[in-house]
């Protein structure tokens, strides 16, 4: 604005100057000429311009060069976030469409079995691996780290991930179906639902209970000897459903889940059983 004005007002001076360039140019008197001239001439040096420090072409290739590189990274970044927004705003619509029918959650039915070398010895395994018994005399596992010392229970041989459903028969006093990461300790508070790292709901022929983190949440009927469970790791839900006619909630879970999860069974008396559906 400033370079503006001052650039206007030599404009004007020059103006100014040059008319009256015009008008001594047509005198006559040769006095009157030689008087004015000097005040004229001195006019010629532009007081203004001159003091203006005009960029060199290379400065403005300079800052050119530097905000495109600006314009650039704002771009990448700006796509970066994009992406990122839209990747949750996927997650949020595939977690929300969680199926409402037997046939739906079938889709996701994943063929589960128990890992003998983390069933207690009190647990004998049969149907090819799908089902659990407790016993009354110890069965004859070999040692393993993996194997659970104080409470009877196992873990499944497959890791869960992503999308994934099975349902579970029970029978008996009193049986668990949980899942946990694969680290849960299996000596001291390793009980499915002592710890934060497996959930779990407890069933028995009067009432089912969830348990996590050592917290335990009533779950409200129906009862029946068929639990089906769901789970969306991606998503952090996990959901237990009374199975029978027709599919019935009985406890939702929604956390961060931070590793691969196994499903397990707690069979806590003589002559319970647990066994995984054939769902194919």
């Known amino acids: 604005r400033e370079l503006q004005e001052k650039l206007e007002q030599e404009i004007s001076e020059l103006k100014r100057r040059d008319a009256e360039l015009k008008l001594l140019s047509h005198t006559e008197d040769h006095n ?30 300079d800052v050119t060069a530097a905000l495109s590189a600006v314009r650039d990274k704002l771009q990448d970044v700006l796509r970066e976030e994009w992406t990122n927004v839209s990747s949750t705003e996927v997650d949020v619509l595939l977690s929300a469409a969680e199926p409402t029918t037997r046939a739906g959650f079938l889709q996701y ?6 890992d003998p070398n983390t069933a207690h010895t009190l647990l004998l395994l049969s149907e090819g691996g799908r089902k659990a018994t407790n016993m009354v005399q110890h069965q004859s596992y070999s040692r393993h780290l993996d194997r659970f ?15 994934c459903y099975w349902e579970v028969e029970w029978r008996g006093g009193g049986v668990c179906v949980a899942v946990a990461y694969k680290n849960i300790s299996r000596a001291g508070g390793s009980g499915f639902g002592n710890n934060d790292k497996s959930w779990a709901l407890y069933c028995d022929k009067n009432s089912f209970t969830f348990r996590s983190n050592c917290i335990t949440t009533p779950v409200s009927d129906p009862l029946s000897s068929r639990v089906g469970v769901y789970l969306d790791h991606r998503a952090g839900v996990l959901s237990f459903y009374s199975v029978s006619e027709t599919m019935t909630l009985l406890h939702r879970v929604q956390t961060t889940f931070t590793q691969p999860l196994h499903a397990g069974f707690w069979l806590g008396y003589n ?9 194919k």
């Open 109 to 114: 039915s994943q063929e589960i079995k128990l």
């Open 32 to 61: 009157q000429f030689l008087h004015s001239y000097p005040s004229l001439s001195a006019l010629s040096e532009p007081t203004h311009s001159s003091s203006i420090n005009i960029r060199p072409l290379s400065y403005f290739e």
């Open 149 to 163: 010392t104080d409470c009877s229970q196992v873990l499944s041989r497959e890791s869960l991930t992503g999308r």
């Open 271 to 279: 002559g319970d059983t647990a066994e995984f559906s054939k769902l």
